[in-house]
Structure formats: structure tokens, C-alpha cells
Nanobody
């Protein structure tokens, strides 16, 4: 029902910043939850941040105070501003969304996924 395309990844030095964008193929007003996941080499996929249609946000402890998630419904785009990047932030970052806020076992269920964008943080 909606396609998601990430952009903004790249190579940065530790301490630097990047802004990731997730562009949707249609209005995101009906997407009640959107979020960013990441998967680093040798690690499981983890939720980085999530945002609901009313603006409520949630962050992984590892990125609190450094990353900021936002969404612009007029541009059909979600963003992830990443500051003070660390080598541990190196991963493929995925955009995800769902029409409804559904929890299973305390976890949100996402119906739509982007292809991912690589973020590499060097020393």
C-alpha cells in the first residue's frame, strides 16, 4: 500500500552528523506509526526510534540524546537526525511504518519496510 525509500546514509567520522530521510510514495497521514531500525554486522536488528501520528517518540537507550526522529506529513517524509555519531552506530538503517499501532509481546508490528541505507562511522 506504500513504498518507503531511505536516503542520506554515507561515511562520516566519529563525532559527525547525518540526516536520514524516508520518503513515502503516498500520504503518511494514515501511517499511525513510523520508525527506524538498524542492523549492524554480527548483531540482531534493533529499533532505533519510533514516532506516532500525534508526535509521540521513543528511542533506544543507546541513541537517546544523540538522535532525533521527526515526520513531516506535508512532505510525506520521516527523518532521523543523528549527531555525535560513534563507530557502534555503523549499520544498515531501515525505514518502517504501519497503518495501525499494534503490539505483540510488547513490540510494535510494522507492515512496510524500505530497502535500507548504509551508515558507516569511522575513527
Amino acid at each position: 500500500q506504500v513504498q518507503l525509500v531511505e536516503s542520506g546514509g554515507g561515511l562520516v567520522q566519529a563525532g559527525g552528523s547525518l540526516r536520514l530521510s524516508c520518503a513515502a510514495s503516498r500520504s503518511i497521514r494514515s501511517l499511525n506509526i513510523m520508525g527506524w531500525y538498524r542492523q549492524a554486522p554480527g548483531n540482531e536488528r534493533e529499533l532505533v526510534a519510533a514516532i506516532t501520528s500525534d508526535g509521540s517518540t521513543n528511542y533506544a537507550d543507546s541513541v537517546k540524546g544523540r538522535f532525533t526522529i521527526s515526520r513531516d506529513n506535508t512532505k510525506n517524509t520521516m527523518y532521523l537526525h543523528m549527531n555525535s555519531l560513534k563507530p557502534a552506530d555503523t549499520a544498515v538503517y531501515y525505514c518502517a511504518a504501519a497503518d495501525l499501532i499494534t503490539l505483540v509481546g510488547g513490540r510494535h508490528i510494522y507492515d512496510y519496510w524500505g530497502q535500507g541505507t548504509q551508515v558507516t562511522v569511522s575513527l
